[in-house]
């Protein structure tokens, strides 16, 4: 009897530790899918970086991530799909055209593409454990943030992305 109580405890504390955060990381919640990760890092880093990114964007008049109503209004249950096209589109095309000729500006953005690539991994295992469904919204909304970034030259396009991470970094805080 003793060891089934002892078991329970121990089973009870190991499912409360794989709940809880690592150091500096905080869980979000994206639909069904649960994603640890370190806000203050990739925050630190890109406050880093920030000015100097935004100095190089030649075009102030268009956003990427503002255009009306494409990160507004996200459905909880749309929120882990169109947060999972972000996390590749971030992955796959805007970290590998953002290089400066700055190398403290490159490791910056190479540590933000790197914590990236992480949460990109894990929402990617939601989505293969059909957790990350992705509808007609989401997809609508993900298409027109598309449609902006390839209606700019490469460079242009990644460099205005991310200096509008912090668009995107707060749409995640605030949901």
């Known amino acids: 009897m003793k060891g089934s109580h002892l078991f329970i405890c121990l089973f009870s504390m190991s499912c409360w530790l794989n709940l809880m955060p690592t150091a500096g990381n905080k869980i979000f919640h994206f639909g069904l899918c649960r994603i640890s990760m370190s806000m203050t890092e990739i925050r630190s880093g890109f406050s880093a970086i920030k000015a100097n990114i935004q100095a190089r964007d030649p075009i102030r008049t268009l956003s990427i991530l503002s255009y009306p109503h494409s990160l507004h209004k996200v459905k909880s249950s749309d929120r882990c799909c169109i947060t999972h096209q972000l996390f590749n589109f971030y992955v796959d095309k805007v970290f590998k055209h953002c290089k400066t000729e700055d190398s403290y500006v490159n490791r910056k953005i190479s540590s933000i593409a790197n914590s990236f690539l992480s949460v990109k991994r894990k929402l990617r295992q939601c989505h293969e454990q059909n957790k990350c469904m992705c509808g007609q919204e989401p997809t ?16 242009s396009a990644a460099i205005k992305s991310l200096g509008e991470l912090d668009i995107l970094l707060d749409w995640m805080e605030k949901s």
């Open 140 to 155: 609508e909304k993900f298409k027109q943030i598309l449609a902006n970034y390839e209606g700019l030259n490469v460079t």
